[in-house]
């Protein structure tokens, strides 16, 4: 995402950002990951404290492309560690926003990727392959939908039904 910052965006873009057609997410993510920028074309997923879809997903090829997990916001359990954040970064993943938890902060913290989340906790998610991909979801206070494009550095989220440039 080199020079692409989201305030300089966000500026180049007012008309779209007005329109509604960039949006920018909620500041409650966290930043995780060396990646502390990333963009890419939007995959979805749709799970409640199960991570077994998520990794499915995160082990086929990435191509530069950013996973948004809908967790339903849970805190309960993590639906991203450090073995999928790996797994991500070797598939060509250019980041992951997890709406809800992750676990191993500091493998995630120590792999080349960008990582979102709402917070941190030990426990593990359920294994039951319960959720959706590739279906529209709400994740910080906005509508998100597969082939969207978003945008990540350390001022915030955006998010855009087309490609951007500033």
């Known amino acids: 995402m080199a020079g692409l910052a989201t305030a300089e965006i966000s500026d180049a873009n ?8 960039v949006r920018v997410m909620h500041p409650v993510f966290k930043v995780y990951g060396q990646s502390t920028a990333f963009s890419g074309p939007i995959v979805t997923v749709k799970v409640f404290e199960d991570n077994v879809l998520v990794r499915e997903i995160l082990e086929t090829k990435g191509e530069g ?8 916001g849970s805190l ?3 639906l991203l560690g450090g073995n999928l954040a790996q797994i991500a970064h070797n598939m060509g993943w250019a980041g992951i926003v997890v ?3 992750i676990r191993d902060v500091d493998e995630i913290n120590a792999c080349d990727i960008g990582v979102r ?6 426990l593990r998610s359920n294994k039951k392959r319960t959720g959706e991909k ?3 979801v709400y994740v910080g206070g906005t509508f998100i939908r597969e082939g969207e494009w978003l945008y990540a550095d350390n001022d915030g989220i955006l998010v855009s039904k087309f490609e951007l440039s500033t």
């Open 14 to 21: 007012a008309a779209h950002v007005a329109s509604g057609d």
């Open 65 to 72: 492309r950013v996973l948004v997990v809908d967790g339903g």
């Open 76 to 78: 309960r359990c993590a």
């Open 99 to 101: 709406n809800g938890c």
């Open 117 to 122: 989340a709402l917070a941190s906790h030990p």
């Open 134 to 136: 590739n279906v529209p």
